[in-house]
Structures are given as C-alpha cells and as structure tokens.
C-alpha cells in the first residue's frame, strides 16, 4: 500500500490492502491540484475534524507514501482505527509503527489507547507513562493517559481531561474527542457536558451534532437526538455517521410504536 510500509498481517490488516479512493472521471478538467505530503495531510485533518474517519486513514495513508518518516501520519492512522472501533489493527499497526519509531510519544499514547479499550490495563498504563516520558505536554498524550485511567476506573481521568483540553486550546474539537471517550466508557452524561462545554464555534461541524445525537439517544432524550442529528444533516446531508444515526433512531422509532400496539393488542 505505502513503499516504506511494513507488510500487514493477512487478517487483522486486510483493510489497508482496500485503500481507495473515488473513481477517477476521465476527460474531465480540473484546475490542478498539488497532491503532495501537506495536500493529503490536510485533507486528513480536515476528515478527522468531520468525523470521517476511513477517508481521514486514506488520507494518513497517502501522507505516507510521499514520506515514510512522517510520524503523525504513523500516529493518524493508529488514532482512526481506534475512532472506528478496530481496537485490535491499531494494536498491530501502532507496533509497526514503533518498530520503527519507539520513543514517539503520540504513538505510545494511542497504543495506550488501543490497550485500554482491549481490557490490558496495566500494559495501557505503561505505554501512557512512556509517552509522558517522552515530552508528554500535548492535548493527545494526556487525553489517552485520561482514556487508561477511565479503564482503570481511578478518578484521576477527570484531571487528565482537563488538561488535555488546556494544552488543546480549549476549543470544541478537543471536548468532542473526551466526550467520544466518555460515550465509549458509557459515561453519557459526561460525555454530554463536556460537548456542551465547548467554545463557540461547535455548531457549524456535523461531527459535534453527531456526538451529541449519540448522548442524546443513550440517555433516552430522543427528540433531542432526533434535532441534533437533523443540524447535522442540514450542515452536510452526506455525512454517514449522521445518515447511520437517523436510520438507526428510525428503526428505534419503529420498534416503539409497533411495541406499543403489541401491548394494547395482548393487554387490553
């Protein structure tokens, strides 16, 4: 996939041989467009903002092929399969990474990551020190050394957050990925306030109306989730992750009223 790349496992690295992107138009004309390292290293910052998470690994991916050596791609890529849930590739790739690069602190910290949504506590927390080692002050670092310790259930994680969201800026962009934490630890209304927390400026991006459709619906305040997810829409009516919400709010809506006639059928 990427030249200086290690080979990827044939199971649990099957996805990084489908990387693709669209299909290329022919005989149309564009204005050209420089597709270097920093071309493909915004788009994937700007996809990682939006919450498009495969476009944004497509994107460290590309990074990667203009420059091997380039270590926040190595750290984009592990960070993405742990946004899309693949806890145990984010393991394998950030120890391809590490092979490579052992004292990179945002690499040990998103393994950190990967080990503490896996359940291997203690290993977690030895990679999360390492990275601190390792000039530990950016807003990644302690947001995954806040992640170890919410798997750990110690009461620090709030004090890793909320420094996190300091060396972050304060902005909306680091309290929506805490909130993420929080909802995958199932800490709901944490994971709500913090996104709530943030400064202005939130609400033009789909990914915050998206979160907060996500809390919305767990804490059971689901005309709430269904207005988050129409902003969402009416900011981008591509966007998947909230094209997935709303039909899986459908089909709880569905499911609702066909119980309800179940009920009054049977118990009337």
């Excluded at 476009?55 to 984009?76: D, I, M, P, Q």
């Excluded at 592990?78 to 145990?88: A, D, N, P, Q, S």
């Excluded at 203690?122 to 990679?127: E, K, N, Q, R, V």
Aim: glycine share 6%.
């Amino acid at each position: 996939m990427m030249p200086a790349s290690p080979e990827p496992n044939e199971d649990s690295m099957s996805r990084f041989g489908n990387l693709e992107f669209g299909p290329r138009q022919e005989g149309v004309v564009t204005p050209e467009v420089v597709t270097d390292e920093a071309f493909h290293l915004r788009e994937a910052a700007t996809a990682y903002e939006a919450g498009d998470f495969e476009r944004a690994l497509r994107a460290f991916s590309r990074v990667l092929e203009h420059n091997a050596r380039n270590t926040a791609a190595w750290a984009g890529q592990v960070k993405m399969l742990i946004e899309l849930g693949e806890l145990r590739e984010a393991r394998l790739w950030a120890d391809k990474a590490l092979e490579q690069f052992p004292k990179e602190p945002e690499l040990l910290a998103a393994k950190a990551i990967a080990l503490a949504r896996l359940g291997e506590v203690d290993s977690a927390l030895a990679f999360s020190d390492a990275a601190i080692e390792e000039r530990g002050e950016s807003a990644y670092i302690w947001l995954a050394r806040g992640d170890v310790l919410l798997a750990r259930a110690e009461p620090a994680a709030a004090f890793c957050f909320e420094r996190a969201t300091i060396l972050g800026g304060g902005g909306w962009f680091i309290r929506w990925l805490i909130s993420r934490t929080y909802l995958f630890y199932r800490k709901f209304s944490l994971a709500l306030k913090t996104l709530l927390s943030g400064q202005a400026g939130h609400d033009i991006s789909p990914a915050f109306w998206v979160q907060a459709g996500l809390c919305y619906s767990e804490l059971g305040r689901h005309e709430l989730a269904r207005h988050a997810i129409a902003q969402a829409l009416e900011l981008d009516p591509r966007h998947a992750a909230a094209n997935a919400l709303e039909n899986r709010m459908e089909r709880h809506d569905w499911w609702h009223w066909l119980r309800g006639h179940l009920r009054r059928f049977f118990f009337r």
